[in-house]
Structure formats: structure tokens, C-alpha cells
């Protein structure tokens, strides 16, 4: 295959507002790689149909991750920015890889089992599910997909379809990769589990910077007294300072702990210093993108004629492959 510049997709479902997992664990990565090569990042609304059934929270949901993405840096002129539906051809290459996956294949995947372990209908769109992610990555010639830990194993199913396809009808698809930081693999929430909007543990990135203060003072920490030694790598507070500071200033953090002395409070109050500082750029961009709904809409319009030319394009070459029309 000829030499082409990496291609860099992603996507997230607009099931609520970003939180601090999903700006680590994906978004930031995929800002960074917009100047590394041709990115492709979409709103993933076909997929939040799974569990949301409802036209104005979809319709405001899918708005709102836009505005976010945007806020957050993602610049419409480095990286194709688009809605997932406005590119019907992935459902029909679903379908297609869909002939190829053994039911074993997504039996095995675990987000299914979480999702319906915490109480999610198990309709046969959260099963397949896999199947019309990896037709997302497979249908833009995809070379990386960053990503958070906890979608590594729908990109390992994105690549065992690949290469059957490929065994069977000859070489045409990309065997893509996940980038998975390893810093932000996981990002936990005030629990101390995952960050994760189904447990109720988030620090979204756009709420109040009072309610966030407020969030920041519940993280869950040990009851080591104020004079003791603590453990900077077994705290909450820690960990997610970590997200923010420099490698100096983590250092500083680390070894007050060590010492002793410092209570849990004070690490708070840093932590909400760092997080509000680092956010309140993105507050200000947020507003002026928010007072011109337009441009959003026209950046996703444009971005979905874009996506569609090259999807298209793939899934003309996939159907001649397998003996459509
Ligand atoms: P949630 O668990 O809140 O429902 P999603 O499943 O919608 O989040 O995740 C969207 C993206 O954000 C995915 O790429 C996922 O891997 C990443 N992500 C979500 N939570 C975290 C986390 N706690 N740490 C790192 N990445 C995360
Ligand atoms: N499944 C991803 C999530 O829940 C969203 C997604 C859909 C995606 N299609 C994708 C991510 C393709 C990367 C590539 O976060």
C-alpha cells in the first residue's frame, strides 16, 4: 500500500458532559495527535442510541460534546470533526463485518457485561455494539484510535475482524492500533474507582468551579492524621494532581507527603487550585463557541461531507471485494 500520512480516529458517545476520565483518557490525546497527521474525531450518536431514548436529550447531548470537544482545543481545521450519523455507510459495513464476527468474539467483550451488569437493557444494539465501532475505525483506514483502557479490548475486536476479512477476501483494510497513555490509561473518580459517569464519581469539566471545589473535598482518602507520613502513590487526591502539575511541583507534592505534616485538606486545596487554573481557558472559549451555535453546526456539517467521501470510498472497494454490486 502506498505510504499516507497517519490517519487518527476517534470517537465518544454523547451520553452526558465530559468529565475528567474522558478529557485524559481521550480527548486530550486526540487534540495532541491533530498536528501528528489526518485526524478524523466524531460524536458517536449511532452508538448512544443504546441507551438513549429520548430525540431533545440526544439531539442537546450530541450539541453539547460538540461545543465541549471544541472548547477543549480540538481545531476544526487540523482534524475532521463530525457527527457519527452523518456517515450512514458504517452501519452498512457493520453489517458486512457483522457475517464475520463469531458470536463467541463479542460474547467475550467486558463494556457489554459492565453496561448490562449495572443494569443497562441488553438490547442487541449494546451487544453488537463492537461490531459497528470497529466498522467507525475500519471505514476511515484508521492507523490509531486513542482511547481510554477501558476500550482497548473493542479495538482488539476492530483488528481480529480486519484481519479475517483480509484472509478472506484479500488485502485492503488496515490492521489499526490503540494508543492507550499510560499516565491517563485510568483515571479514577472521587471513589477512588474509574472515573466514570455510571458510578456517580465524576468531576465534570464544565460544571461550576464551585460545585467542582466541592467534589474535589469529597475525594475519598485514608484517615492517616494531619502529622502522619502519607503515601502519595496510594492517594486519590494524589493521582489526579498528578494530572495537572509539572514534574517538579509533583515532587514538591510527593515529598510533603512523605514528611508528614500536611493534611489531606491541604492537597485538596492545591489540587482545586490546579484544576481550576488549568480549565479556565477552555471555560472562556467555551463561551464564545457557545454564543454561535451556527458555526458549530457548520463545522460538523462540513466535517460529516468529508468523513462520508472517504467512507464511501472504502465501502465501494469492500462491497466489490465480497461479490455486491
Ligand atoms: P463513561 O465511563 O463515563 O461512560 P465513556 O465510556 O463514554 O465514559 O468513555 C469515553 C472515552 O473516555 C473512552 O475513550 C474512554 O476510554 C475514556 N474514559 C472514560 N473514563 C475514563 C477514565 N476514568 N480514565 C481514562 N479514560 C476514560
Ligand atoms: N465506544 C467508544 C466509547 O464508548 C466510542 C466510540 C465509538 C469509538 N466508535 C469509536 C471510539 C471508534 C474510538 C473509535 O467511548
Known amino acids: 500500500m502506498a505510504e499516507r500520512p497517519l490517519r487518527i480516529l476517534s470517537g465518544i458517545q454523547p451520553t452526558g458532559s465530559p468529565h475528567l476520565g474522558n478529557y485524559f483518557g481521550m480527548m486530550k490525546p486526540a487534540i495532541e495527535l491533530q498536528e501528528k497527521g489526518e485526524a478524523f474525531y466524531f460524536i458517536a450518536d449511532f452508538h448512544a442510541l443504546t441507551s438513549i431514548q429520548d430525540r431533545t436529550l440526544l439531539r442537546e447531548n450530541s450539541k453539547r460534546m460538540a461545543l465541549d470537544f471544541l472548547a477543549c482545543g480540538l481545531d476544526p481545521e487540523k482534524a475532521v470533526f463530525f457527527r457519527q450519523s452523518d456517515v450512514p455507510e458504517v452501519t452498512e459495513l457493520a453489517w458486512i463485518l457483522s457475517t464475520l464476527a463469531p458470536l463467541g468474539l463479542l460474547e467475550r467483550c467486558h463494556s457489554y457485561k459492565d453496561k448490562v451488569a449495572k443494569g443497562m437493557t441488553p438490547n442487541t444494539g449494546l451487544f453488537t455494539y463492537p ?150 481557558p477552555m471555560r472562556a472559549r467555551r463561551e464564545e463557541l457557545a454564543a454561535n451555535p451556527k458555526q458549530i453546526e457548520d463545522i460538523l456539517e462540513e466535517g460529516g461531507r468529508r468523513a462520508r467521501l472517504i467512507a464511501r470510498r472504502t465501502l465501494d472497494r469492500v462491497r466489490s471485494q465480497i461479490g455486491l454490486a
Open 131 to 280: 461490531l459497528l465501532m470497529a466498522a467507525d475505525i475500519l471505514i476511515y483506514d484508521s492507523h490509531v484510535v486513542p482511547v481510554g483502557k477501558d476500550q482497548k479490548q473493542h479495538v482488539e475486536v476492530t483488528r481480529d475482524l480486519a484481519q479475517r476479512f483480509n484472509r478472506i477476501f484479500g488485502e485492503s483494510l488496515v490492521i489499526p492500533e490503540p494508543l492507550i497513555r499510560e499516565d491517563t490509561a485510568v483515571v479514577p473518580g472521587l471513589d477512588g474507582q474509574k472515573m466514570s459517569k455510571s458510578y456517580d464519581n465524576t468531576i465534570m469539566l464544565f460544571e461550576s468551579p464551585a460545585q467542582q471545589r466541592k467534589k474535589v473535598m469529597r475525594i475519598v482518602t485514608d484517615s492517616t492524621p494531619v502529622e502522619g507520613a502519607k503515601d502519595p502513590d496510594k492517594c486519590n487526591v494524589f493521582a489526579l494532581y498528578k494530572l495537572f502539575a509539572e514534574p517538579v511541583e509533583i515532587e514538591e507534592l510527593a515529598a510533603r507527603y512523605r514528611a508528614g505534616g500536611m493534611g489531606y485538606g491541604e492537597a485538596k486545596k492545591l489540587l482545586n487550585e490546579k484544576l481550576q487554573r488549568y480549565f479556565e
